[in-house]
């Protein structure tokens, strides 16, 4: 069945870095774009980013452009989302979740997601 | 980019209840609109595709309806396993935007 495990979360300093991955299985991973959406605690859903299936397509929110960046390894089933220049309000629930369709024009919904990792930026 | 005006933010119901959420677009979307259910500590979980697509396996009480830009999820006969937090998401553009969540809390 499909699975998407993220990873990589924890405490960090503002200022300071942090590498997330998803590690995916159950589809071929390398057909569908995934995307990274957040949750900080206690508030609402907000989208991150996404990479499309290839890696040739890549969009950001405007509140993470420039610090972030999502890249993936098709040969790891994994996605990974480069967090810099981290703030307090970066401190969230990472999610990544999935295209429903192979393929997909730019025009899917998510239908998967994972767990989520939690990222709390604090000094 | 594209804002989701997403209404109530919270509301009281009872089991048996008919609950309608609202979710209004700043433009048109051409009906590339998705619905979400969040119970506290999990993933969202797809309930409606294309503003009115029953996801598979999502019971038939849940139900979504489009006039223009204005996006309407129902739950005709409200079950003790719906209490949770609802969002509304467009994908017609990017950057993909949420609505602001609507908590349905048992009266």
């Known amino acids: 069945q499909v699975q998407l495990v993220e990873s990589g979360g924890g405490v960090v300093q503002p200022g300071r870095s942090l590498r997330l991955s998803c590690a995916a299985s159950?589809?071929?991973?390398?057909?569908?774009?995934i995307h990274w959406v957040r949750q900080a605690p206690g508030k609402g859903l907000e989208w991150v980013a996404v990479l499309s299936y290839d890696g040739s397509n890549k969009y950001y929110a405007a509140s993470v452009k420039g610090r972030f960046a999502v890249s993936r390894d098709n040969s790891k089933n994994t996605l990974y989302l480069q967090m810099n220049s981290l703030r307090a309000e970066d401190t969230a629930i990472y999610y990544c979740?999935?295209?429903?369709?192979?393929?997909?024009?730019?025009?899917?919904?998510?239908?998967?997601w994972g767990q989520g990792t939690l990222v709390t930026v604090s000094s | 980019a594209i804002q989701l005006t997403q209404s109530p933010s919270s509301l009281s119901a009872s089991v048996g209840d008919r609950v309608t959420i609202t979710c209004r677009a700043s433009q048109d979307i051409n009906s590339a609109l998705a619905w979400y259910q969040q119970k506290p500590g999990t993933p969202p979980k797809l309930l409606i595709y294309?503003?009115?697509s029953l996801e598979s396996g999502v019971p038939s009480r849940f139900s979504g309806s489009t006039s223009g830009t204005d996006f309407t999820l129902t739950i005709s006969r409200l079950q003790p396993e719906d209490f949770a937090t609802y969002y509304c998401l467009q994908f017609n553009t990017y950057p993909r935007t949420f609505g602001q969540g609507t908590k349905v809390e048992i009266k």
């Open positions: 979740a999935r295209d429903p369709l192979p393929y997909c024009g730019g025009d899917c919904y998510l239908d998967y």
């Open positions: 159950g589809f071929i991973f390398n057909t569908y774009s």
């Open positions: 294309d503003a009115s």
